[in-house]
């Protein structure tokens, strides 16, 4: 027997439950399902385990895509103070920790649990684990519709939600069923790749590095060729965040954000001593002390990195006192200019987002619905990707609330 709802949702992460949620509180029926047994691994895992819901100080500019305007129009109908009053409706207790970007104090548990509790309140039939094994367009009086075959029998519904992700972290779930599903009904795909991810480097260039494993600092990082103009390097990423000596090669938030605008065979370049006029300080430290030059240099940057950088030449092997000009300015350029080329990144096992996805000129910015009549995607499978810090759950709220509103505006439409 087919079963009848209103609304498919396909993906119980953190897009899917909440689209879910507001389409069953607007008198919708709506089924949620999902091939993994538990709900949101992501939110889950998210934040050190207290899920770095929001960022409050969220704007277009913080996220990337092929349209870079794709994202204005949901985002500004759903805001990160939106997402903190239902938090704070279910008496969640929060935090700012730096940079906007706001954290459960107790649990992202807390978070999942308002979700369910959001679904409850919305009537929200759910099924998990449950797989899909094929979706069908349907033609019915000259209305769309769909049959999905699914494990625990077959469903029909007039409107279909794809919020299944991208391919980043598959021990948690992570399939390419979204972009599959697009591609069946001619949808076109900007390619995925991993984003928000630790770069690593050849075992040769990384050798003198690898013994810093575990050394995290402030740093300035950006892409860019070494001749870059000014104008291309002020166009250039740059964050100011901390990054993170890996045995393979670098992490840390000043890694991950930098990834995502990262290409293969391009350079990142890292200033190790930001805010530091390093060169003066040198030559200062020449004019009154005969200390190593690496023990002056540990008193601007961490010994550990300060004993590793002055071992790579002979000429800042020495007491500063004795060191020639050229040395100095040299080594202070090393540090606050540093130019290497990854070999690649750590792939999807170690990303916390995808980039790429659905292509945005087959989606509706209002409604999330794509070309093909009654089927939307919503969260991480679009090309809409977040910088690090909160940014990409604020686009799964605000796509998940944009498409939520539409499925109820079109399901009042039918029925007038």
């Known amino acids: 027997m087919t079963q009848k709802f209103d609304v498919v949702v396909v993906g119980a992460g953190a897009a899917g439950l909440f689209c879910a949620s507001l389409a069953g509180q607007r008198g919708l029926k709506v089924l949620l399902l999902d091939h993994s047994e538990k709900v949101a691994e992501k939110i889950r895992i998210s934040g050190g385990g207290r899920c770095n819901f929001t960022n409050r100080d969220t704007t277009p500019a913080n996220f990337l895509s092929e349209n870079p305007h794709f994202c204005r129009s949901a985002l500004s109908r759903y805001t990160p103070q939106d997402f903190i009053a239902l938090l704070q409706r279910h008496q969640i207790p929060f935090h700012e920790k730096h940079k ?211 071992s790579r030449d002979a000429a800042w092997q020495k007491p500063i006192n004795d060191a020639t000009d050229k040395a100095l300015t040299a080594l202070a350029d090393r540090l606050q200019d540093w130019q290497l080329i990854p070999t690649g990144t750590e792939g999807y096992k170690k990303a916390e987002v995808t980039l790429g996805g659905i292509d945005t000129r087959d989606l509706s910015s209002q409604t999330m619905e794509s070309k093909q009549p009654g089927l939307y995607f919503i969260g991480e499978v679009v090309d809409v990707t977040g910088w690090l810090g909160g940014y990409n759950f604020q686009w799964a709220w605000a796509s998940a609330h944009a498409c939520a509103t539409a499925l109820a505006d079109r399901q009042q439409d039918d029925v007038t």
Do not use: M
Not at 107 to 128: F, K, Y
Not at 244 to 262: E, M, N
């Open 100 to 310: 906007g970007q706001l954290f459960c104090d107790r649990s992202a548990e807390d978070v999942i649990n308002l979700l369910l509790a959001e679904c409850a309140a919305g009537g929200v039939t759910r099924w998990q684990p449950c797989s899909i094994k094929s979706i069908t367009s349907l033609q019915q009086t000259g209305a769309s519709s769909y049959q999905i075959e699914s494990d625990r029998g077959l469903i029909e519904a007039p409107q279909v939600v794809v919020a299944t992700g991208g391919l980043s972290i598959p021990k948690i779930g992570a399939t390419d069923f979204g972009y599959r599903i697009a591609k069946q009904f001619g949808l076109r795909l900007v390619e995925p790749r991993a984003g928000l991810v630790p770069l690593t480097f050849d075992g040769e260039t990384w050798t003198p590095y690898a013994q810093l494993s575990g050394l995290a600092l402030p740093v300035l990082i950006e892409t860019g060729a070494p001749d870059a103009t000014p104008k291309q390097r002020k166009k250039a990423a740059v964050f100011a965040e901390d990054l993170l000596f890996t045995h393979r090669g670098l992490s840390g938030p000043a890694v991950l954000q930098i990834s995502s605008f990262w290409r293969e065979g391009q350079p990142v370049r890292i200033n190790l001593a930001p805010g530091v006029d390093l060169p003066t300080l040198l030559r200062r430290a020449k004019a009154s002390s005969k200390k190593l030059i690496a023990n002056e240099l540990a008193a601007l940057v961490p010994s550990r990195l300060a004993d590793a950088w002055v």
